[in-house]
């Protein structure tokens, strides 16, 4: 169903294929081809798709995919003529097998004639460089990178191999690892907001003197912004992931595989362990200390530090369980029914 | 009072024809001209002016404007030499003889010497180009555009006739309507916040494979961002308005005339009917339908659907009656005036 | 500890022009010299640091720093072998410093060869102007600014001296007075979010026909917005600093001195006294006035005028101490200890 002007898609690939990249078990002819992906509701004979919410296992019955990856549970479900694709992880299963038969365009390896790449900076072998480009002096980029039209790097900026960098991002002060996926739009190393009042009743800038570390994989949504360190480093662990219109303040840290969704921030020098999810819309203050794998809900309004594997939501925030608690009570008191 | 090295003008226009553009009954000399626009307080003999809310209908008294429109029920206040331009859509007349006498720049025909066009876009005719814009293999322009300095249009998008897109926006992955505005910094286009993770740790991208679709006239604020599709599209419908920093994920669709103001953010697969409001930092779980002519509060939290003709405020949100009542009484919890 | 390939440095600074540069007295051998900046934990024998918060005055005892910039109450804690740099403003001193052993750098005079410049243009000597910039006919550019790659200034914009326009910036419509920074991507001067319902269901554009005026040293984040004035201006006064991804309507004004934190808003002819903080994603409603030195809670919703000097919180917001008191209550109420 993918519009093919857009993605233009690998062509024909056997089921053999298929089910390999999904990971998944199946029974079935393997050099039965299939050429897109498409949801249960609207995939034909040619298309893969999947259940992975038992919500929608209903929809099993009617569905006109030519195969489903699916968990064990639901295998016998899948009607006659299409293939159970079957594996325990039926989302990252359909994810690789998306990825098979719609490829992410790769580089195009070259220098676009209108890039301004300084002498001596360095391009890795097989690394694409769009239009309008700018390349700062020293700046290293590694290979197998797509640098698209008008994003800037800065002076001796460094860019692991594998690297996406959209239109309009601008980097500087930064090293990033590989893998890294900045989306349209992205700030990355500006200065950080730091300021001294003086006696005349004037501001002056704190020097913003550290740097911004992005590890392997990392991720960056549209018009998110990350300031660079005042003295130590701002630091993203690998694998974390930040949606759109985020704000990651100087000298924060995350730890491996962090969630940040659209439009949440989080003030200078506050620090979030592994694997922590914030919602959107949060927003965190300084200098705080999240613990492994906590979840910050939708708009919470973190103020204090929250241990590991805690939820907390609400502005300020508070344990999930006795925000909606409190939340019921609230509601009463504005519907009368106080009893 | 515009000044005149931003708005330079249409010259003197006649009575006869402001009056026809404001859709406005008048009774005076049809000849007697008019060269601006001004607020009450600050007009001159040749300035038009408008009267839109009660609250400021003392200043008709003193007013040095020329003309002033307005609602029948105050054409009497109308001070002697000034004409009273009588509709009953005042602020709508007023906007038409503001654009009649400071008409938004018309495009200059011809494509810059430095922008890089691909060689099979097509351009339509009386559309300018502006300096450093990028437009891709297969794009499709449509007439009387303006594109301005630094654009960057993908490959095989479609844009209608008579848009207008300003500096350092980025379109993928789309098809716009007629008409369409995109301020500024605009992102239209990129991957949504999809992944899977993966049983070592990490997370893998699930490609996006839908499109954006932005219909006639749509209006998107500077440095919003609208992600494209994961499988079906990302629709915005006809007449819709996002004010700046707006976030929406993929798979959202609106209705048309939707509102939906500063830094309010719809998560993905969300659905707004018509003419929904939704006001400034208000944000949207994913996979809820909001019923047409419904209105969201400013800093609202919704997680539920909303039904048609109905006012939400608070996060999470409530019924704005039951929100009012609630914060009062919570307002006592805080001052201590319980009883 | 500045990584020399972001942050070259001045060199070796004498202990003589450090203090002068701290405004801090000291007792040691003015030809002493320092090479860096660092925090107290990790400063060597060439680095001067600080002390600014009392809670980290136990670090001083083990500090390996060469000199401390600090206030006279900690000066006889400060190790044998460093420098005491004695000053009641610490904060400020110690940013003074950091600037004199990392100076930011100097614009480089001269027109880059692929910026596009109107002939009619005007830049101020000493001036730099980076790859791809667009500057519009009539613009007039101040001597010793930035201008970065890819920034597009607008016809007839001004800008006074010192300033800098970092990468992807845009402006039009506006004024700017000396010492102005923009960061990465800010939009200065776009269209404000103004519009009349027709009676055909559509929504026609209000003409803005103001501008944006910029007073000197107004700082600006990140990818924030300020829209120019409907009829009249938008207005940020002298030294108002404003962090990333913030939204400034039409019509606003700021005072001076006024600080706003990433992701706050603040609708449309809003105006600030002067001294006005704003914290981090707060949201102010249209045609408010807020007092001078006024402070408004992060996340706050502000409805109402805030008198000067007053602290509000919540949303709605309230007094700071009443909004405390209610949440303490309603924690209550979630914990069910409600005795």
């Given amino acids: 169903m993918a519009d093919p002007r857009f993605f233009p898609g690998s062509g024909a690939q056997r089921l053999s294929d298929v089910a390999a990249a999904a990971g998944a078990s199946f029974t079935g002819d393997p050099g039965r081809v299939f050429t897109g992906v498409a949801p249960l509701q609207s995939a ?123 239109a309009h991002c601008s980097v500087s002060h930064a090293i990033l690892g590989r893998g890294v996926v900045l989306h349209p739009g992205v700030r990355i190393g500006q200065e950080g907001f730091g300021f001294a009042p003086t006696p005349e009743g004037g501001f002056e800038t704190m020097p913003q003197l550290g740097r911004v570390l992005l590890g392997d994989y990392v991720e960056v949504g549209a018009n998110s912004c990350i300031d660079r360190g005042s003295q130590g480093d701002t630091v993203i662990g690998p694998g974390t992931r930040l949606d759109n219109l985020v704000q990651i303040g100087h000298n924060v840290h995350t730890g491996r595989g962090c969630v940040i969704v659209g439009q949440a921030g989080i003030s200078g020098s506050t620090t979030l362990e592994d694997y922590v999810t914030v919602a959107a819309q949060a927003g965190l203050t300084g200098h705080l200390r999240i613990g492994a794998q906590a979840r910050i809900g939708a708009q919470a309004g973190v103020m204090n530090d929250v241990p590991a594997k805690t939820d907390v939501i609400g502005s300020p925030s508070m344990p999930v369980r006795e925000f909606w608690r409190a939340m019921a009570k609230l509601k009463k008191l504005g519907t009368g029914r106080e009893g």
Same sequence: chains 1, 2, 3.
């Fill in 44 to 166: 034909g004979p040619g298309d893969v798709s999947f259940l992975d919410n038992r919500r929608y296992a209903g929809l099993l019955a009617t569905t006109q995919a030519g195969a489903v990856v699916l968990a064990p549970a639901f295998a016998a479900q899948v009607p006659a003529g299409a293939v159970a694709l079957v594996t325990p992880q039926p989302y990252l299963g359909f994810a690789r097998v998306a990825r098979l038969l719609h490829p992410p365009p790769a580089p195009v390896p070259g220098v676009h004639a209108t890039a301004v790449v300084a002498p001596d900076a360095t391009i890795g072998a097989g690394t694409e460089i769009g239009p309008y480009a700018v390349i700062g002096a020293g700046a290293r980029i590694g290979s197998n990178c797509i640098i698209h039209a008008h994003a800037t790097i800065g002076p001796a900026v460094e860019i692991g191999e594998d690297c996406r960098l959209h």
